[in-house]
């Protein structure tokens, strides 16, 4: 009996520690200074979410809901992956993002998840009745003040093309002399972003590198393997910083350890 109360014991702690790891949310903030961040976006802050996958956090949403207006975002940046392949569901998605658009303007990317689906005109078409921004290898301008930012969002590469074709493509009309920010999924396309200036990326795709260990950090990844270099956090080279998101969600491994579900955010500062 002792040993049965000990195993039922061991199995609850499991269970615990597996639904704290893939429902427990946190908010990373970072600041990024810059000469090229304009006075009047001086404190402006864009919060990134990545890499959804149809998880839910509270009935609803509400705890994803909550959890980001409480970053007080001037926009909103989804990088990505906000439906799995693997058990599409699209209206699911959509119950966080209706809100999302409520707080701020939103501006979204696809992952290679979209892609997956064969689904991606009905994906864009039905975030951009609900007020979203989608980007598909186009930039837009976000002003303040006469004084401007520019905003860059390119696809997935699994639609087939290169990386530097789609990001000459979206940077056709960019003012050079504005602030440039990209949305892309991946981040293992880091030097590619380094080599087109790009100031300040957001990423995900690498879902923290499924499970981080301390003093090593993530374990594998798509499109990087195993001790993945680009899982999370923020990487910088030249002019270039790219912040990459843990994301939220799981697809095809079911469980993240050690590795929580992340919301991040970024203020951008003038130096």
Known sequence: MKKLFKLILFIIAIYLFLYINNHWLITSEHVYESEKVPESFDGFRITQVSDLHDALFGGHQEKLIKKVAATDPDVIFITGDVIDSNRFNLERSLQAVREFVKMADVYYVIGNHEVATNKVQEIYDALTAIGVHVMPNTST??????????????????????????????????????????????????????????????????????????????????????LPKYTAGTFEDGETTMNVSRGLGNSGVPFRIFNLPQIVVVELKTK
């Open 141 to 226: 301008t976000i002003e303040r003040e006469g004084e401007q930012i520019s905003i860059i969002g390119i696809e997935d590469p699994l639609n087939g093309h290169e990386t530097q074709d789609m990001l000459r493509t979206a940077m056709t009309d960019v003012n050079q002399e504005n602030l440039t920010v990209l949305l892309a999924h991946r981040p293992e396309k880091f030097n590619t972003y380094v080599a087109n200036n790009i100031n300040l990326v957001f990423s995900g795709h690498a879902h923290g590198g499924q499970i981080r260990l301390p003093f090593v950090g993530g374990l594998v990844a798509p499109g990087q393997g195993f």
